[in-house]
């Protein structure tokens, strides 16, 4: 397709195509001629991922183009999902205490879950922790294996969805979309369900 399909298919002006292409969050389409290139389903589904990013995200575009190259270079779908979600974490400025980070690790091992030791949600839950524990409203084990549990149930309808996208630039992209815009679905769910359990008391 032209430049020009590319935007309408895209919902992207050809001017910002055209910035992202310089910019090498986009491939460069088959030259057909001085100036001419032609693109194909690869470069709108690159456009729809870097656009789920951006918008959705609301990442830098420094961070979008460390993670279009990190998944032009992973091995693996499951790679590519941790490479994808990574950036979602909720940034944390001071460093967790050990006591928090412990507690993770500790809850993590129960229940035989494997994350990679450099998985930024490590570190965003143990900062959630201390904050809850300094408004003294600590988090307790049995509060924690309650809501993992409840987590695993959640990802597994999630992640069979994404699994059986075969492309790592659409699973990617619908990672994203699907884990920032599901996660007012379940908070929502949840309010709703302490209003319920609440008036049954």
Avoid: C
């Avoid at 470069?43 to 991922?49: G, P, Q």
């Avoid at 918008?55 to 183009?65: F, K, N, P, Q």
């Amino acid at each position: 397709m032209r430049l020009a399909e590319l935007s309408a298919r895209s919902g992207l002006s050809t001017a910002t195509i055209k910035y992202y292409l310089r910019a090498g969050l986009v491939p460069p389409g088959e030259t057909e001629g001085a100036t001419w290139a032609r693109y194909d389903e690869s470069h709108l589904r690159r456009l729809r991922l870097v656009r789920a990013l951006t918008e959705v995200a609301g990442l830098a575009l420094d961070e979008v183009r460390a993670v279009v190259a990190a998944l032009d270079a992973s091995v693996s779908e499951h790679e590519a999902r941790g490479i994808a979600q990574w950036p979602l974490s909720t940034p944390v400025a001071e460093n967790p205490s050990d006591d928090s980070r412990e507690q993770v690790d500790a809850l993590l091992a129960r229940h035989d879950w494997h994350l990679e030791a450099q998985s930024p949600h490590r570190r965003t839950l143990a900062a959630a922790l201390d904050t809850l524990e300094q408004l003294d409203f600590p988090a307790t084990d049995e509060v924690l294996d309650a809501y993992l549990r409840a987590a695993e149930s959640v990802a597994a309808v999630d992640v069979p969805r994404v699994v059986a996208e075969t492309d790592p630039i659409v699973a990617a992209e619908r990672l994203v979309v699907g884990t920032l815009l599901y996660e007012p679905v379940l908070t929502t769910l949840r309010r709703m369900a302490h209003e319920v359990v609440s008036g049954r008391g």
